[in-house]
């Protein structure tokens, strides 16, 4: 059965006995298995198969066929084994988890569904846990936009470490590397007693789906005290194909998470590089914003066809061509316009307002033609899904306001995979907006701007950019990254 809610996909047997396998070779030799999201079971099988020492098999499993049929099966295999496989909510199952006293080398494996909570959400569901793990510090648009997301297997494997952490455990779990990232960044709010972590990025073909993902083995000693300078983890390797080592170049080898210097802990991509540029990271920024935010490229994003004097003809991209003033347009760059600055022609945008503080349309009323075109598109405004725009007047943009106005700009796009700034001067004399890809320093003059750049494209910022930002992350250079660069 596939349940849309439940992130119900099966490990493959022959996949868990390799799991299985590579931890018998670490050292692990357990004589208690926990499995919290068990499934068909796979992960117990290969284990009571690969493993000499299990006496204890412990599971939860939210569906009451898996549970059932698991029963039987191994009933029928082991019949002198006591499994307590518990059919429940693992949310709910804190007390039923926990191993008998005797229990002394507890391996804690599986794979807790990918799905996320928004995800959830939509589908109404109540497969979610009753306490969330803290924000993640995104702020403003990335906050509402949803880059504060996070995966229900964050929430299990917070859960079993606070669960166990009391016990001395090996977990061994399948995960995304974003949650990976997510759990070692929380770790130091939680203080777990973590002695070794590691994170071994596994094919896309064993689930045949195009997620990065690995197998996160943490091992924990309650003798030990939670030291946040524990809570890093270098990124290996189970079984990549050559094609998939090349394009998890930039993350292999690289050791990840919490570094102490100076006195002061930071949560960085690459420890040894942040060695080496750490006295680029400061509080003391500039005053990064982010593009306009729109959701509406169809209608307000238009090419210019002809100008004749104050009017110009232009075409929306559902290919209406449409009279406008064009002192009601500015010129527009997309992230991928601002990566290849120089390169591309740009579009020009229709913003319905120039600051939040503005009623949408107001500026509009001294440019008819605009204003008209604008509101017969108002069920196209009325669509649009974006959490951020409810709540607010109809016509609402985001990320305007007096800085989109001023003439340069040193900008990024964000969703790039090298850091490369760009100065960006005005168009036709008129200052050119960006898409909310993109995140940019305001400047009056060229001069100012210009020696900004150089420091921005300097060895030591993008050295140190390469330290923080995390190579998979699809906005990779956005706010909270952008906030650290120390200003000149
Ligand atoms: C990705 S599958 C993996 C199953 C098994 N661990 C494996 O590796 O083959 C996730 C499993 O979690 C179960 N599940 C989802 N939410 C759960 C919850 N809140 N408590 C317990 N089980 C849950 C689903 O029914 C599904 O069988």
Redesign the pocket.
């Given at each position: 059965m596939v349940?849309d809610n439940?992130?119900?996909?099966?490990?493959p047997i022959e996949y868990?006995a390799k799991i299985v396998g590579f931890l018998r070779e670490s050292g692990v030799s357990p004589d208690t298995i926990i499995?919290?999201?068990?499934?068909?079971?796979?992960?117990i099988k290969s284990s009571l198969e690969g493993f000499e020492n299990v006496k204890n098999v412990i599971g939860?499993?939210?569906?009451e066929s898996?549970v059932r049929s698991l029963r039987e099966e191994l009933r029928t295999l082991y019949p002198n084994l006591r499994p307590r496989l518990i059919h429940?909510?693992?949310?709910d199952s804190q007390d039923k988890l926990l191993p008998p006293k005797s229990a002394r080398d507890i391996l804690i494996i599986?794979?807790?569904?990918?799905v996320t909570i928004t995800h959830l959400s939509k589908l109404n569901s109540d497969?979610v846990p009753s306490k969330r793990p803290e924000s993640s510090g995104e702020k403003g648009l990335d906050l509402l936009t949803g880059s504060s997301n996070f995966d229900?297997a964050e929430s299990i494997l917070t859960y079993l470490l606070e669960t166990f952490k009391n016990h001395h455990v090996t977990i061994a779990m399948?995960c995304k590397t974003t949650v990976n990232q997510k759990l070692l960044k929380q770790a130091k709010r939680y203080r777990w007693s973590i002695t070794n972590w590691e994170f071994l990025l596994i094919s896309r073909r064993v689930f045949g789906v195009n997620v990065d993902a690995g197998l996160i083995v943490i091992r924990t000693d309650p003798s030990v005290h939670g030291d946040p300078s524990n809570y890093h983890c270098r990124i290996g390797e189970l079984d990549l194909t050559s094609k998939e080592r090349l394009h998890y170049a930039p993350i292999l080898d690289r050791d990840t998470g919490w570094i102490q210097l100076n006195g002061r802990f930071q949560f960085v991509f690459d420890r040894e590089l942040y060695r080496q540029y750490h006295h680029i990271d400061s509080k003391k920024s500039y005053d990064w914003r982010q593009g306009i935010k729109h959701d509406l490229s169809k209608v307000v994003v238009l090419d210019k066809l002809h100008s004749n004097g104050e009017m110009g003809l232009y075409q929306n991209q559902n290919g209406e061509q449409i009279c406008l003033e064009n002192n009601a347009l500015l010129p527009f760059l997309k992230g991928s316009h601002v990566y290849n600055y120089g390169r591309r022609p740009h579009l020009y945008i229709l913003a319905t307002q120039r600051s939040l503080s503005e009623n949408p349309l107001e500026y509009l009323r001294d440019y008819p033609m605009a204003l008209a075109y604008v509101t017969q598109h108002r069920h196209m405004f009325e669509k649009r899904k974006s959490r951020v725009y409810k709540g607010r007047p109809l016509y609402s943009m985001f990320g305007v306001g007096e800085y989109s106005f001023a003439p340069y700009k040193v900008a990024i796009a964000s969703m790039y995979g090298s850091p490369s700034f760009k100065l960006i001067s005005p168009i036709e004399n008129k200052p050119v907006l960006m898409d909310d890809t993109c995140y940019f320093i305001s400047f009056d003059t060229y001069e100012d701007a210009e020696q900004v750049l150089k420091y921005l494209n300097s060895e030591e910022v993008m050295g140190f950019l390469d330290s923080i930002a995390y190579p998979l992350d699809k906005r990779k250079y956005k706010m909270k990254v952008l906030k650290r660069i120390k200003r000149m």
């Open positions: 349940s439940l992130g119900d996909f099966q490990t868990t499995e919290p999201t068990f499934g068909t079971g796979n992960f939860v499993e939210v569906q898996y429940g909510n693992i949310f599986g794979n807790p569904p990918w497969n229900i399948l």
